[in-house]
């Protein structure tokens, strides 16, 4: 494989419009409820999604795992693999999503205890996470096939089926919250409807790149070969603990900003779906990086893991540039976008300086996230992350607990993005020992 700029322009257009619309669904749930007569509305979808992002983010080590395992398998032309590291986690996605649907009132119940929610809001809560449960099983086989697209170099497929799964959850979710005025309840089940309808198509999707791979020989026994378990599970091990921190570090966001007042909490809300709606966008490039680099290790070509890493952060570092600067020109209009309620204006006003500089200070961390999960290296990844949260929770709790606001708050999640990737760039040299010369 030849990689150069053209290559991962290639791999990345696709993957920035794919990407772009998963926050979209975060932004309209967020706008429909921010146009509700008080902050309750939004502060309620605060917590729900913070409590889905635990499980999607938790096991989104299905994807991660699945998308290095793949490239690399691809690079070495074993096609018999490629197909069993999909199957694989898919057993996994099914086994675990039922699970979690048929324990639904223990989350609810450990959520409440955990995230300790204004007790205003735990009616509206509760209908939004019992509702949005019912598609968590399709949710988690979703990003197995992600993961596995991913992986085969196949962009325009993921871009297909995130445009598809989000711009389906946008539709329904404004057609029942607005139209058929259902609330936070037609939120909750316009998600379900995306996560279904993008499984259907996800199947389609791979049915069509099935006939196209090179089989010898397709022994399903070998589907329950240990030891493709146990590579998995080695991966996901590291990236589940890496990725829960992750999640721990939103959620103490929201916890925090919860403490302070209901409105924070809703605004905290407004600036992780701004975060977000940057982070997926810089997060085409850490994909490219992903499956260019697990290719390049995969048919043992050092030269091209070089040439991925610069070219994929040259497009990173740009496009951070340009989303800061967009950020910084349409400051109202954003705003206004989101809320109408006078107070999370004022709020979100006062921290849109930290806003507009979060995406280049995000991007290396992101753009080494994708560059490590192709070289399969999980447990570099989760020091890392151990190392910054654990920073980002001391200066919390015994610095700055005292003079607890939500620019103090926001200040240290940035602080947290930025050791992110400083760790990370001290482990990068792994990366090229993989392959001996």
């Not at 043992?300 to 040439?307: D, L, R, V």
């Not at 003079?403 to 708050?409: D, I």
Request: proline share 2%.
């Amino acid at each position: 494989m030849f990689i150069n700029r053209k290559k991962v322009w290639s791999l990345s257009w696709p993957l920035i419009i794919a990407n772009f619309t998963i926050p979209l669904v975060g932004l309209t749930d967020t706008i429909i409820m921010g146009h509700m007569p008080d902050s309750l509305y939004l502060a309620a979808i605060a917590i729900g999604g913070i409590v889905f992002n635990f499980m999607y983010a938790g096991l989104n080590f299905l994807r991660m795992g699945t998308t290095g395992i793949v490239a690399q398998k691809f690079g070495e032309n074993n096609f018999e693999e490629v197909f069993f590291s999909l199957l694989r986690p898919t057993l996994i996605a099914v086994s675990v999503g039922f699970i979690l649907y048929l324990n639904r009132n223990y989350i609810y119940d450990l959520s409440v205890y955990f995230l300790t929610p204004d007790q205003q809001l735990l009616a509206l809560y509760k209908e939004y996470l019992f509702i949005r449960m019912i598609g968590l099983p399709a949710g988690l086989l979703n990003i197995v096939f992600l993961g596995w697209f991913f992986g085969m170099q196949k962009t325009k497929s993921v871009m297909l089926q995130l445009v598809i799964i989000n711009l389906m959850n946008v539709i329904a979710s404004l057609y029942l919250a607005v139209y058929l005025e259902y609330g936070i309840f037609g939120v909750a089940l316009g998600s379900v409807l995306a996560q279904i309808s993008g499984l259907l198509l996800s199947i389609i999707i791979f049915l069509y790149h099935f006939k196209t791979l090179n089989f010898s020989s397709f022994d399903l026994k070998k589907i329950i070969n240990l030891n493709g378990f146990l590579n998995l599970f080695s991966i996901s091990k590291n990236l589940f603990v890496r990725t829960m921190l992750l999640v721990s570090v939103q959620a103490y966001l929201i916890k925090k900003s919860g403490l302070i007042g209901v409105d924070q909490l809703a605004t905290m809300e407004i600036l992780i779906v701004i975060f977000g709606l940057s982070s997926y966008t810089l997060d085409a490039f850490a994909h490219a990086a992903e499956s260019t680099v697990g290719v390049s290790i995969g048919s043992k070509n050092k030269k091209n893991i070089y040439k991925s890493i610069k070219n994929t952060t040259e497009f990173a570092l740009t496009f951070s540039v340009l989303i800061g600067i967009v950020l910084y020109i349409t400051d109202y209009y954003i705003i206004n976008l989101f809320t109408d309620i006078p107070v999370l204006q004022d709020l979100t006003i006062d921290l849109w300086s930290l806003v507009i500089i979060t995406p280049f200070i995000s991007m290396l961390a992101f753009q080494l996230d994708g560059i490590f999960i192709g070289a399969t290296l999980a447990k570099e990844m989760r020091n890392s992350m151990i190392l910054s949260s654990l920073i980002f929770y001391v200066i919390i709790e015994f610095i700055i607990q005292d003079t607890l606001n939500l620019k103090n708050l926001y200040s240290c999640f940035l602080l947290f993005l930025i050791l992110r990737g400083v760790f990370l760039t001290f482990y990068l040299p792994r990366v090229f020992k993989l392959i001996k010369n």
